[in-house]
């Protein structure tokens, strides 16, 4: 079979920059073109300045967007967004961490962000885990640092299980046991198929982006983030494929999915830290104890006043988590 996952030199990746990609990259060029209020204009040249580091990678035939800073010579960290957000939702984090010498990916998995949809509809742990996997060897990286948030905590920790040559630490934020429950089974993912797909899709689109934003401030967090970080985040709800919201959403109500998390847990070695924001009611604080119970080198940090959008609610604290525990990793 042919490795379809390679790298790509500069003139390739624009050659990969995927549609979603460049119909968002003229949007905010068309715009600042025109007139606008100063705080617009400076928060569109934000976007601008993200949008002009994109990178691009096939990676099992599926082409990735990606963002990298740092030196190539750090030890590589590898950040793994959630369910129906994108790379973006990391872009407080990737700056400071690159200073501190670290090669730092955000990278969007596939029918999320700028990244391509995948024609197979293989938006389940292990598909998300396999990518993983093949970006790394794309990019050619030696062992990694990953960090992870809610969804991407499922994939980032099957990846280490499967793979564990490849992963030097484990930090994840917003990730919790979650019993199986054949009601909740049986409910949520079509509720949530509603909320996001029909409801609020269609609003962001036509630029309510401050009703999703009411939504998060009464049911996901706990403090207030920037209008220019609500703005970013609900871009994703834009960007994000249907069927992936539809996919992941089944694949996580799943007995097999949720009763694998103990068990890959107890497999994994490496140093591992699980924080956890008091007021999540997504990924409840005390499953995420119960969950760092069962890792062989784990660490519990609760984190008071917190929701479950963590990313965008403390981004300077989550910065400052992930440098001081990168900084005890041994090896």
């Known amino acids: 079979m042919v490795d379809q996952s390679e790298p790509a030199t500069v003139a390739e990746e624009r050659d990969l920059r995927t549609a979603k990609y460049t119909t968002y990259l003229a949007e905010v060029r068309a715009a600042l073109a025109g007139t606008l209020s100063a705080r617009e204009r400076r928060r569109l040249e934000q976007q601008?300045?993200?949008l002009e580091q994109a990178r691009f990678v096939r990676v099992k035939g599926v082409v990735h967007h990606y963002l990298e800073a740092g030196p190539r010579s750090g030890q590589p960290l590898v950040l793994v967004h959630g369910w129906d957000c994108s790379a973006y939702w990391w872009h407080h984090i990737v700056g400071p961490l690159a200073r501190a010498g670290y090669r730092v990916l955000a990278y969007d998995l596939k029918g999320h962000g700028f990244s391509d949809s995948d024609p197979a509809r293989n938006y389940t742990v292990a598909g998300f885990s396999d990518d993983l996997r093949a970006f790394a060897e794309a990019l050619g990286l030696p062992p990694q640092h990953?960090?992870?948030?809610?969804?991407?905590?499922?994939?980032?920790?099957h990846y280490a299980a499967h793979n564990p040559g490849q992963v030097r630490s484990l930090t994840f934020f917003n990730f919790s046991l979650i019993p199986y429950s054949r009601a909740a089974s049986a409910v949520v993912p079509d509720l949530l198929d509603t909320v996001f797909n029909r409801v609020l899709r269609p609003i962001e689109r036509r630029g309510l982006w401050w009703i999703p934003y009411l939504y998060a401030l009464a049911v996901l967090t706990r403090n207030t983030a920037p209008v220019s970080d609500v703005?970013?985040?609900?871009?994703?709800?834009?960007c994000c494929d249907p069927e992936a919201v539809r996919v992941s959403a089944r694949e996580l109500a799943r007995r097999e999915v949720l009763e694998a998390v103990a068990e890959q847990m107890r497999r994994v070695e490496q140093p591992t830290l699980l924080v956890a924001g008091a007021g999540d009611p997504i990924m409840r604080p005390q499953g995420g104890r119960a969950l760092m119970q069962l890792a062989p080198n784990g660490q519990f940090l609760q984190v008071p006043r917190c929701g479950h959008l963590i990313?965008?609610?403390l981004p300077e604290q989550v910065a400052q988590i992930l440098q001081l525990f990168l900084r005890g990793v041994k090896g």
């Open 48 to 50: 601008l300045a993200l």
């Open 146 to 157: 990953v960090a992870a948030f809610s969804l991407g905590a499922f994939v980032a920790l």
């Open 231 to 238: 703005k970013l985040a609900t871009l994703s709800l834009r």
């Open 311 to 313: 990313l965008f609610e």
